[in-house]
């Protein structure tokens, strides 16, 4: 797994409304340097999970649906990247490593992922967010 600029760029948005209220897609961009363009891509999808809300007109904008208390690291990961998983030969189809002939390149591999999404399960993204 690579954690993308998506990725970083949602974290940002989640901090950027993390008080609460509605902002624009503007007011984000400019408090998080993300591109506009990123910002809307990442707001509709972080919206088709249910972890923003938009309002329309005037006012409107975007604010959080969730509590940055109950969600991790790696519960935005998994919603935003397509594989969750360190190289491609921790997917189930790798061929390298059987049963009658293990690999030990992919256990070592494997060693590590399960670490990795462990430590990004246990942060929460409140913990991680500057104050």
């Given at each position: 797994?690579?954690?993308?600029?998506?990725?970083?760029?949602?974290?940002?948005i989640?901090?950027?409304?993390?008080d609460?209220?509605v902002?624009?897609?503007?007011?984000?961009?400019?408090?998080?340097?993300?591109?506009?363009?990123?910002?809307?891509?990442?707001?509709?999808?972080?919206?088709?999970?249910?972890?923003?809300?938009?309002?329309?007109?005037n006012?409107?904008?975007?604010?959080?649906?969730?509590?940055?208390?109950?969600?991790?690291l790696?519960?935005?990961?998994?919603?935003?990247?397509?594989?969750?998983?360190?190289?491609?030969?921790?997917?189930?189809?790798?061929?390298?490593?059987?049963?009658?002939?293990?690999?030990k390149?992919?256990?070592?591999?494997?060693?590590?992922?399960?670490?990795?999404?462990?430590?990004?399960?246990?942060?929460?993204?409140?913990?991680?967010?500057?104050?």
């Amino acid at each position: 797994m690579i954690i993308t600029k998506k990725t970083d760029y949602a974290i940002r948005i989640c901090r950027a409304l993390e008080d609460g209220k509605v902002h624009n897609v503007t007011e984000i961009c400019s408090k998080e340097g993300v591109p506009r363009a990123f910002a809307y891509k990442i707001l509709r999808e972080l919206e088709s999970h249910d972890v923003v809300k938009s309002e329309r007109g005037n006012n409107g904008g975007y604010y959080l649906n969730i509590s940055l208390n109950d969600v991790t690291l790696y519960d935005i990961i998994k919603l935003l990247e397509d594989d969750v998983v360190i190289t491609h030969c921790m997917k189930e189809d790798c061929d390298r490593n059987r049963a009658d002939a293990p690999c030990k390149v992919h256990q070592e591999l494997l060693r590590v992922q399960e670490i990795m999404e462990r430590e990004l399960s246990k942060k929460k993204i409140r913990e991680v967010l500057d104050d």
